[in-house]
């Protein structure tokens, strides 16, 4: 069974600081997605990038940037100068291919406070 | 605006009522999901519906809780004899394509209180 841990349950940051949210996943199949989701505090959650697991290129999309590594299982999340618009719950996902359809099994999220 | 509406946004209830949940797409979708999400946690998957179909029950899914999607548009979701343990965010998501890698949009969600 598949299973996406979420090892920090609550970062505070000053704005304008990096910051770095990890996620480590397990899985048994060989294609397999990895989400990151974004859920302020007006409850939605918002989709941030997905990669697929032949994809391990880094990708960077404004202050966003993650950093995939399949020899640690890892689906790491940076923010670049951080902003107070920042601070939301962060969660990691996963999606096995043979599962059928999209059913998302997420970690139990990262709660980030970006403060003044 | 994630093109998905949840109504009510809050519920309270006794314990041994039955509720239901309603979520509208705003915009058509092809599947929509339905999972719940308890204070600390992330969302967990209960049931998903290609059209009006029901393709699969997650097995947090007792057979207190039932869904429907008659008409292949909006969804409900109706739970009986409620247990406290039923407390929860519950979150409708759409997506367009079957595929796994597909994003999903969330609706914000009917948080439910037991008493």
């Known amino acids: 069974a598949q299973k996406v841990t979420q090892a920090q349950t609550e970062i505070s940051v000053v704005e304008k600081e990096d910051v770095t949210l990890d996620c480590v996943y397990e899985?048994?199949?060989?294609?397999?997605?990895l989400f990151w989701y974004k859920q302020p505090p007006s409850g939605e959650l918002v989709f941030l990038i997905r990669?697929?697991?032949?994809?391990?290129q880094n990708e960077i999309s404004g202050r966003y940037s993650w950093n995939f590594q399949k020899s640690t299982s890892s689906f790491n999340f940076t923010i670049t100068a951080s902003q107070v618009v920042d601070s939301a719950v962060y969660f990691c996902a996963l999606s096995e291919a043979t599962g059928g359809g999209n059913k998302l099994t997420f970690g139990t999220g990262t709660q980030l406070k970006v403060e003044l | 605006d994630t093109g998905v509406s949840q109504n009510p946004r809050h519920k309270i209830t006794k314990r041994g009522q039955n509720v239901t949940f309603r979520c509208d797409p705003i915009s058509e979708h092809n599947r929509l999901y339905w999972y719940r999400q308890t204070l600390g946690q992330g969302p967990e998957f209960l049931t998903y519906f290609q059209n009006e179909a029901q393709l699969e029950k997650s097995r947090l899914l007792s057979d207190r809780f039932s869904a429907e999607r008659p008409k292949g548009s909006f969804s409900t979701l109706e739970i009986q004899r409620t247990e406290q343990g039923d407390s929860a965010m519950y979150l409708c998501?759409?997506?367009?394509?079957?595929?796994?890698?597909?994003?999903?949009?969330f609706g914000s969600g009917t948080q439910l209180s037991v008493l």
């Open positions: 899985t048994r199949d060989t294609t397999y997605y």
């Open positions: 990669r697929n697991s032949f994809d391990e």
């Open positions: 998501a759409l997506s367009n394509q079957a595929a796994a890698n597909e994003k999903l949009f």
